[in-house]
Structure formats: C-alpha cells, structure tokens
C-alpha cells in the first residue's frame, strides 16, 4: 500500500480485541522509533514512553484505584474493580507523556504536547503497518496528579494517553472517514 493510502486507511483496535502476542522489546523499540520524526519546534524531544508489559498492568491498576480513593473517598468495589479491570484488557500499555519544560524561550507547553501528540500519531500509524493493532486511550486518571506522579511525571507534564497495543483477534472492517470538504474553508470568506 502506497503512503497515502496507508494513512488514509489507518484505524485503531478496542483495547478488548487486543491479545497476545504483543510487540517483544525489539518491535516495540522499532514502532516507538517511528515517533522520533515527528514535528518539533525546538527539537525539545518532550515524549516519553512508559512501558508497562504485563504482569505490572497490575502496578498500574494499583495506581489507578489510589488515584481513584483519592479523589472519591466513597467509591465502591464495582467501581473500583470497573477501573482495575482497564489496564489489564491489552498485553501491552504504553504511557505517551510529554515531560513539559516551563518557560521555554520559544516553544510554550501547548507545543510541546503537540510534538508529543504528532510523535503518538506516527507510532499509531507504524502499529497500523505492523501485524499488531493498537489504540490510545485516556480518561480522568491521564489528568490525575497521582497517576502522574506514579509514572515518575510532575503536575505541570501531560499523559497524552495510554497506548494499547497486542495482535488484534478480528480481521477489520474498513471504516468510513467523513468527508474532507465541510472541514476546509477559504479564509477571509
Ligand atoms: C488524546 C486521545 C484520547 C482518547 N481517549 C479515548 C478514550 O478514553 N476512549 C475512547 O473510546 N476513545 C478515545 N480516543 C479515541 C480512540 O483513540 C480512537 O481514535 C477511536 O476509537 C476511533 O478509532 P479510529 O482511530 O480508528 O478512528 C482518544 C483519542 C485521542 C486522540
């Protein structure tokens, strides 16, 4: 498949359709390398990858359930075990943070999440050309100080999202892409 088509054809698999085996440390090394061209003004480099393969999807289970005890001292079992149960659908998480420099002279933070979100965008499309399958997920705990202090983050960086990936159980269906034209417009109109 041309470039092009590739892109245009690019689509995520649900967390839950996704199994062993996932990308070993070499596959994954050569999909993350994919993020490395993404656009960065400044050439910050402010992405980082937390792995988390596994039996630690239980650790970050863990830090999830203190996040969410945290912020609702009533939770229940169920919610707890909904939440629990997250981390624990794909073989494979990978954390996208941007690890933010304050005060930049030229690049505010805005930027820096941008490059970073570019970076998430060029790894989805390597899983897409791979035999694997990935999405990006997110939800409150990408916002909670203590999930981003369990991931070794400081309040001011960012998770963009949390990267599933493993071998999709199902063959695709193509989706269909809205189309482009109501999205442009010629300005001043
Ligand atoms: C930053 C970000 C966070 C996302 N978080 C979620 C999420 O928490 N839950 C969800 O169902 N989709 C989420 N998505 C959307 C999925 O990644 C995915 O794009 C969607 O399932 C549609 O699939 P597609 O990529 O094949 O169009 C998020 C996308 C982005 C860019």
Redesign the pocket.
């Known amino acids: 498949m041309d470039i092009i088509s590739a892109i245009k054809n690019r689509?995520?698999v649900k967390a839950a359709l996704l199994a062993d085996p996932a990308p070993n440390d070499s596959e994954l090394r050569d999909l993350l390398e994919a993020g490395m061209s993404a656009p960065d003004h400044g050439a910050v480099r402010p992405w980082r990858f937390k792995v988390i393969r596994g039996d630690d999807r239980m650790r970050l289970a863990d830090l999830f359930e203190a996040a969410l005890r945290a912020k609702e001292p009533d939770a229940d079992a169920e919610m707890i075990a909904t939440l629990r149960s997250k981390p624990m659908r794909s073989p494979l998480i990978v954390a996208v943070c941007a690890v933010i420099t304050e005060n930049h002279p030229k690049v505010p933070p805005v930027e820096q999440v941008v490059a970073t979100a570019c970076a998430t965008q060029n790894i989805l499309q390597a899983i897409d050309a791979s035999p694997f399958g990935g999405?990006?997920?997110?939800?409150w705990t990408a916002q909670d100080v203590i999930v981003k202090e369990g991931l070794g983050l400081a309040p001011k960086d960012e998770i963009?999202?949390y990267l599933y990936l493993g071998t999709p159980t199902e063959t695709l269906r193509a989706?269909k892409r809205p189309e482009v034209d109501p999205f442009i417009e010629t300005w001043p109109a």
């Open positions: 689509q995520s999405v990006l997920l997110t939800g963009i999202g989706k």
